[in-house]
């Protein structure tokens, strides 16, 4: 897989771990997927905030239902005019 290789190669490349986050999550691999979107937050947390949305996916179809809240909370805080804010809301008023 490309994404690997890109991460060999450069370690620090936020996008290629997202990339294997996205890809984990559409395979339904959900601790692979956050795994991923967790190591792209620690290269960097404030560059692509729909990364904390779809980790927080993740987390919430692993049942993390905390840890769903902060990253929806935080993406909401990050991308204040998100298009899908009011879903978002709703979403973290119902965990």
Known sequence: MYYNKTIEL???YYLAYRG???YYLKTKEYANAEKYYT??????STRFAPIYKNRGLVR???QKLAAAKQDFQKYIE???EARDRAGIEQA????
């Open 39 to 44: 190591l792209a937050l620690e290269v960097d």
């Open 10 to 12: 450069h370690s620090k």
């Open 60 to 62: 919430y179809e692993q």
């Open 20 to 22: 294997l986050g996205n």
């Open 78 to 80: 990050q991308m204040p």
């Open 92 to 95: 973290i008023s119902e965990l």
